[in-house]
């Protein structure tokens, strides 16, 4: 169930090389030979021909450095990004089932203007806390000067930030949940450690799919959550009409419940359910900011399954 609001070029020119300057050497070489009047030897039999799609060493000549996108001004009415549902426009997860670890995550120590592309709009701030919790946001992605990062209160979406305003902290662990086994893993450094079996989204209000992560935890509002925290995830229903009047405005939850009985069902309006063990566990070792990857399945199950 959902719960209330969180506390209240340079490729072209090795090419060009390649071609070119093999070319210019056999051109010297003819030339000198007609004005001799000799003529160029063949190439002795089983000598290397050279290849001109072979590119040249990085070596011969520098690489033009890539050019970095500027950044435009930020204005100050720019909304900032809250508990509320992200505003619009920003991009989608390139790699949104992609179930590679992230690894490194950006806490902001201002608020940072976040673009919908490098040198692109700026659409809203990032800042530092969302709901007096600190914000990290996973790394997706990272092009000279600019980083992107899961975005929080949107589903399968992306922001990039200019360099500055923002320190980057290490993500050792990530949590994957698979739909049709109702299994969740967690993994750190890459390896799995444990797996749970898990309740989701019922029909029409399924766990959305796409890569999130945890944004903070808050104590449980009912007793029907086991006396347990919760973890709030960056996610937020896919249809936030069908969840029910009274969990309008929440995101997405990993928690526990008072009885383990609805396990390995879809039951839920959208969160993740486990055992009361297994979420005391995670609340012990998992920080916020850690990537959560909701797939269908995986190709193979973890070995602690």
């Known amino acids: 169930m959902l719960f209330d609001r969180l506390g209240s070029r340079w490729a072209l020119g090795w090419l060009l090389a390649a071609v070119g300057v093999p070319l210019l050497l056999v051109a010297a070489l003819l030339v000198g030979r007609a004005l001799t009047g000799t003529p160029a030897p063949a190439p002795a039999a089983g000598a290397p021909v050279p290849d001109a799609t072979v590119p040249a060493s990085p070596s011969a000549s ?23 549902p992200a505003p619009r426009g920003f991009p989608a997860d390139p790699g949104t089932g992609d179930i590679r670890p992230l690894t490194e995550g950006v806490t902001p120590m201002r608020n940072v203007a976040a ?6 709009r700026p659409l809203a701030f990032l800042a530092p806390t969302i709901s007096g919790v600190k914000l990290t946001a996973p790394i997706v992605e990272r092009r000279v000067g600019w980083t992107a990062v899961l975005l929080p209160s949107a589903n399968r979406r992306i922001a990039w930030l200019p ?16 739909r049709k086994a109702h299994r969740l893993t967690w993994y750190r450094d890459g390896r799995a450690v444990q797996s749970w079996e898990v309740s989701l989204g019922m029909p029409g209000q399924s766990t959305p799919l796409g890569r999130t992560f945890i944004l903070g935890r808050t104590p449980p509002p009912e007793s029907v959550y086991g006396g347990v925290d919760i973890f709030a995830l960056g996610a937020i229903p896919d249809d936030p009409d069908a969840v029910p009047t009274g969990l309008r405005g929440a995101h997405i ?19 993740i359910r486990l055992t009361r063990s297994g979420q005391r566990k995670l609340l012990a070792e998992v920080p916020p900011g ?3 990857v909701v797939v269908d399945q995986l190709p193979t199950p973890p070995p602690t399954a």
């Open 62 to 84: 520098p690489a033009p450095e890539e050019s970095v996108p500027p950044a435009a001004p930020a204005s100050d009415d720019l909304p900032v990004v809250t508990y509320d």
């Open 115 to 120: 673009y919908d592309r490098p040198g692109g």
């Open 163 to 178: 360099a500055g305003g923002w320190r980057t902290v290490a993500l050792r662990d990530q949590i994957v949940v698979e």
């Open 253 to 271: 939850g990993l928690h526990s419940w008072y009885t383990d009985a609805p396990l390995g069902k879809d039951v839920t309006n959208g969160c």
């Open 290 to 292: 850690t990537s959560v």
